[in-house]
């Protein structure tokens, strides 16, 4: 019951913040925030936006299998972060775009616009459900499943509770709540270190000390190139993931677009982006910690890294307990509100064409809202991996040929066959499937996170052959 009231309360106070907010609310604000947002604050909360509850269950687990290497990666995430900045988003402002798609059909063509918006819908829709299957499972686990609630009735609740408090605000609100909700995450996660530190009996500087000297706390790996840890490969492929995962993703873009000018966005990017990585160092420092604290009292390690802080909670009390859901709600749902604001963005605006009907506006957020619960239902029935890999390996097959087609676009002066763009965008992640399976099968290699780059290559070069230079029309 303790439980169930904490997240209650944390809903009542993310519903009145909401209503402060949303009052008078229009079309223009649920899309853009009537570009008004403050820049510090759009930033803060996007920090705690860009850290699902995947990340808040799987980060502290990676140290028993990849040790801190995952930092590699976040440094690569800077590298992205600053294109995106200083490439991507002089272009959207300078269109004034509500939907950066539309960037695609003013340079390639109506079928190149219609596709880029239904790979995001489609990646955006599985990504996204995948991430909040997390915090519909911790509260099952722990809690729901004693009382007899079934997983639907969980999944249908938690998202008519996001529906609750979107549904008139949009992005303005969600600008606001984001902020509330990093708070809220940040706090946790903090006050559960503190209380493993507690426990082990360490001081500040006896925690860096013992981090510093595990094994699991290596970070750089430079000794083999074949790894998918490999430096190189995972800041390329970070630099890359964030300029497709936010640069090329709606969902990010939509809130960095209410800023009030190109510079106050710049501003923005930079900020959180510089703040991803000692964000996820304080997950990994405590997936050490606890691995430390459990070898100590002789208790066997998970043999999953997910399941790490999941282990803790179970038999730390119940203000850990409350500690760490109000941790992963807040997470869950600072990544999902705005992934339904987005999508219900993308359909109106792209797919549609009708950003001023605001009764479609209504009705395509409900039906998002009715889809991302589908999928939450298909996600419980088939998932049987590492969630945060499940991500990326979609990220990878779908963001893809959203690379290319930017890539090609804003680096080219080449005109494409419109009416093929679909084609190569489909054949693109195929080909990488195949291209997968057979340098595992033939060779022994597995593609990593490079896989996005590949992805986004192919589409590039199936886009040039298709297409002429711009002087030659």
């Not at 909040?132 to 609740?157: R, S």
């Not at 990326?392 to 676009?409: D, E, K, Q, R």
Request: aromatic share 14%; net charge positive; hydrophobic share 50%.
């Amino acid at each position: 019951m303790l439980l169930i009231l904490t997240v209650l309360c944390y809903f009542a106070a993310l519903f009145l913040l909401s209503r402060v907010v949303s009052r008078h609310s229009t079309n223009d604000a649920f899309y853009r925030g009537e570009r008004r947002s403050p820049w510090y604050m759009v930033a803060f909360g996007m920090v705690g936006a860009s850290i699902s509850g995947v990340t808040f269950v799987s980060v502290p687990g990676m140290v028993l299998t990849t040790q801190m290497t995952y930092l590699q990666l976040c440094i690569g995430f800077i590298l992205g972060y600053l294109a995106v900045a200083f490439v991507l988003l002089p272009v959207y402002y300078k269109l004034n775009l509500t939907s950066i798609y539309a960037y695609l059909g003013q340079r390639l063509g109506p079928q190149s616009y219609q596709t880029g918006a239904w790979f995001f819908l489609l990646s955006k829709m599985v990504g996204s459900a995948v991430k909040f299957y997390v915090v519909c499972m911790v509260l099952q686990q722990f809690v729901l499943d004693a009382m007899g609630v079934p997983f639907v009735v969980t999944a249908v609740v938690l998202v008519f509770l996001i529906w609750l408090y979107t549904h008139r605000g949009g992005v303005r609100t969600l600008v606001f709540t984001d902020s509330f909700q990093t708070v809220c995450l940040f706090s946790a996660l903090l006050i559960i270190i503190y209380k493993v530190m507690g426990q082990m009996d360490f001081s500040i500087a006896e925690t860096v000390k013992a981090v510093a000297a595990d094994t699991r706390s290596r970070v750089f790996v430079f000794d083999d190139a074949a790894s998918p840890q490999n430096f190189w490969k995972m800041l390329l492929s970070g630099a890359f993931i964030v300029v497709v995962m936010t640069g090329l993703d709606q969902d990010m873009m939509q809130k960095n677009l209410t800023c009030r000018t190109l510079r106050e966005a710049q501003k923005d990017m930079c900020s959180y982006g510089v703040a991803f990585l000692p964000a996820n160092l304080l997950f990994l420092v405590l997936g050490v910690l606890l691995a430390q604290l459990f070898e100590g009292g002789g208790v066997a390690l998970p043999q999953k890294g997910d399941e790490l802080l999941p282990m803790f909670v179970e038999t730390a009390g119940p203000l850990v307990l409350v500690l760490f859901s109000i941790g992963i709600v807040a997470a869950s749902f600072s990544s999902a509100d705005s992934a339904l604001t987005s999508l219900t963005t993308s359909y109106c605006v792209d797919i549609r064409r009708r950003p001023g009907d605001e009764r479609l506006r209504r009705l395509t957020h409900i039906a998002m809202c009715v889809i991302f619960v589908g999928c939450i239902l298909l996600i419980r029935a088939f998932n049987s991996k590492s969630l945060i890999d499940a991500i990326y390996t979609i990220v990878s097959y779908t963001y893809g040929p959203l690379l290319g087609l930017f890539a090609f676009g804003l680096f080219t002066r080449r005109q494409v066959a419109d009416r093929w763009v679909p084609l190569v965008c489909v054949a693109s992640p195929l080909l990488c499937y195949a291209a997968d399976s057979i340098a595992k099968q033939q060779f022994g290699y597995h593609f990593g996170y490079e896989l996005l780059l590949l992805n986004g290559f192919l589409t590039f070069i199936g886009l040039w052959l298709s297409g002429i230079r711009l002087s030659e029309k």
